[in-house]
């Protein structure tokens, strides 16, 4: 499996003076453990770390660098924000190895503008932006990827219907991806429509009572 490098310095554990110190060099505090490893405190530079977290790189698998010593295979597992600043505080990584099946929030991505908008007066929402899959490393998508172009209106697409690859679904199967639902210039005209076949039934039947009298 192909590792981007992350360069990481140890720092000592369960010292909140030594982290407040290092958020304020410009480092986030974090922890790389996993596989029954023991827990190394180490800490990265909040640049790399915008990197490694920007749009599409979430689940990028990793080497942390620890004060230079590569090996150290890793993803990132879950992470802490400042509620206001949006900064973030803190960061797990967890130790990874290429048979060893890991559980992550991949992004949706849909692409193409659907049938049922483009010429049926349709609405597309997309309900869900990430879904949870169990992968080994190597198997874990960058994104789920969905042409959507020939989606026609009145359309409720579920996760269990996605090509997934080697991965497997962890998010409930009917979870929604997206809906394409009628306009309301479409929902208007089929309420009309409706509307003058109930009229028409109702005149039939007048008559039908009328004959009967």
């Known amino acids: 499996m ?29 922890i790389y453990y996993g ?40 993803i990132v597992h879950q992470y802490q924000k400042n509620n206001i600043s949006q900064k973030i505080l803190h960061i797990d990584f967890l130790k990874i190895d290429a048979d060893t099946p890991v559980s992550v929030r991949v992004p949706i991505r849909l692409s193409g503008i659907p049938v049922g908008v483009k010429n049926q007066g349709g609405s597309l929402s997309q309900e869900s932006l990430y879904l949870k899959l169990s992968a080994k490393p190597a198997d874990i998508p960058a994104s789920i990827e969905l042409d959507i172009s020939e989606m026609p209106t009145n359309t409720t697409y579920y996760a269990e219907k996605l090509d997934l690859g080697k991965a497997s679904l962890l998010s409930p199967k009917r979870t929604v991806i997206f809906t394409i639902s009628k306009g309301r210039a479409a929902a208007a005209e089929a309420t009309e429509e409706t509307g003058d076949k109930k009229k028409e039934e109702a005149k039939k039947e007048v008559k039908k009572e009328a004959k009967k009298k």
């Open 2 to 30: 192909q590792l981007t490098t992350l360069n990481v310095k140890a720092r000592i554990a369960g010292s909140s003076r030594e982290s407040g110190r290092a958020r304020k060099t410009g480092n986030v505090p974090a």
């Open 35 to 74: 596989n029954g490893s023991e827990a190394v405190s180490i800490s990265v530079s909040e640049k790399d770390l915008e990197a490694v977290l920007a749009p599409g790189k979430r689940y990028t698998l990793l080497d942390l660098v620890i004060d230079g010593k590569g090996g150290n295979p890793a």
